[in-house]
């Protein structure tokens, strides 16, 4: 990717020099495929690189899969998260629909978090890497805790090593968000700043409780922004916006 984008040359165009398929393009690039020795030939002609003279320099991609998956996962992980907030600020979900929710916030954030956890190993980026890995074992087990404890207030007190836990935890991954947006331009750029700047703050409104609800409602923000951003790496990667994904899986 890093050839074809230094060269200017689009994944249209690379597939017409290169008398390929676009999806065949795509599908190299998004790590989905090895090409065979004859398109590597091909790609060598028309990038004028010598793949197997010098090392390939193009980093890794994340998979369109993994993306699709976590972006899936981030979807119905923000949703979940307004029904959460809702919880934890007025306590007005109750018995069997607490258990789902509750359920829900601890399993989506899995795949959620684990496609974060490929872009810092990707990017080399260790703060999102190891802190993305690090939500992925906290977040549920915070979601036990709290069913256990069934008070927010309570489960802050009670739990003290736990909650400065996930503080801490929320702004490393904060931090690994910034670093990750100044390494992107364009849109990535902003909405990595964006919602690393948003949980930074997050853990900071959560030490008094005075700010608790407002730091609560903050993340629902966050949320959705690490979601868009899950799809326009997905859109980076695949070449194709969600939005024209999902109407050709409805045409």
Same mark, same amino acid.
């Given at each position: 990717m890093?050839?074809?984008?230094?060269?200017?040359?689009?994944?249209?165009?690379?597939?017409? +020099?290169?008398? $390929?398929? %676009?999806?065949?393009?795509?599908?190299?690039?998004?790590g989905d495929v090895d090409p065979r020795t004859y398109t590597i030939n091909?790609?060598?002609?028309? +990038?004028?690189?010598?793949?197997?003279?010098? #090392? $390939?320099?193009?980093?890794?991609?994340?998979?369109?899969?993994?993306l699709k998956l976590a972006l899936l996962s981030g979807v119905i992980f923000s949703i979940n998260s307004i029904l959460v907030v809702i919880e934890l600020v007025h306590h007005s979900i109750t018995?069997?629909?607490?258990? $789902?929710?509750?359920? %829900?916030?601890?399993?989506? #954030?899995?795949?959620?978090?684990?496609?974060?956890?490929?872009?810092?190993?990707?990017?080399?980026?260790?703060?999102?890497?190891?802190?993305?890995?690090?939500?992925? %074992?906290?977040l549920p087990l915070i979601n036990v805790l709290y069913l256990n404890t069934l008070s927010l207030l309570r489960w802050m007190n009670e739990l003290r090593l736990t909650y400065d836990i996930l503080l801490l935890v929320c702004i490393a991954f904060g931090i690994g968000a910034i670093f990750e947006g100044l390494k992107k331009t364009g849109h990535l750029k902003k909405y990595y700043?964006?919602?690393?700047?948003?949980? $930074?703050?997050? #853990?900071?409104?959560?030490?008094?409780y005075f700010m608790l609800a407002a730091g609560l409602y903050l993340s629902i923000v966050s949320d959705l922004l690490l979601t868009?951003?899950?799809? +326009?790496?997905?859109?980076?990667?695949?070449?194709?916006?969600?939005?024209?994904?999902?109407?050709?899986l409805l045409s």
């Amino acid at each position: 990717m890093e050839l074809r984008n230094d060269r200017r040359i689009t994944q249209k165009e690379l597939a017409e +020099l290169c008398k $390929v398929d %676009i999806r065949t393009i795509q599908r190299i690039e998004s790590g989905d495929v090895d090409p065979r020795t004859y398109t590597i030939n091909l790609l060598s002609e028309a +990038l004028g690189y010598d793949f197997k003279e010098y #090392p $390939v320099i193009e980093e890794k991609q994340v998979s369109a899969k993994s993306l699709k998956l976590a972006l899936l996962s981030g979807v119905i992980f923000s949703i979940n998260s307004i029904l959460v907030v809702i919880e934890l600020v007025h306590h007005s979900i109750t018995g069997v629909s607490k258990m $789902v929710v509750f359920s %829900i916030h601890s399993i989506t #954030p899995l795949l959620f978090y684990y496609a974060f956890y490929l872009l810092g190993k990707r990017s080399k980026n260790t703060w999102l890497a190891i802190s993305a890995i690090l939500m992925i %074992i906290i977040l549920p087990l915070i979601n036990v805790l709290y069913l256990n404890t069934l008070s927010l207030l309570r489960w802050m007190n009670e739990l003290r090593l736990t909650y400065d836990i996930l503080l801490l935890v929320c702004i490393a991954f904060g931090i690994g968000a910034i670093f990750e947006g100044l390494k992107k331009t364009g849109h990535l750029k902003k909405y990595y700043l964006t919602a690393g700047i948003m949980t $930074v703050i997050q #853990p900071v409104m959560y030490i008094s409780y005075f700010m608790l609800a407002a730091g609560l409602y903050l993340s629902i923000v966050s949320d959705l922004l690490l979601t868009v951003i899950l799809s +326009l790496e997905y859109q980076k990667v695949t070449g194709k916006s969600v939005i024209s994904y999902s109407k050709t899986l409805l045409s």
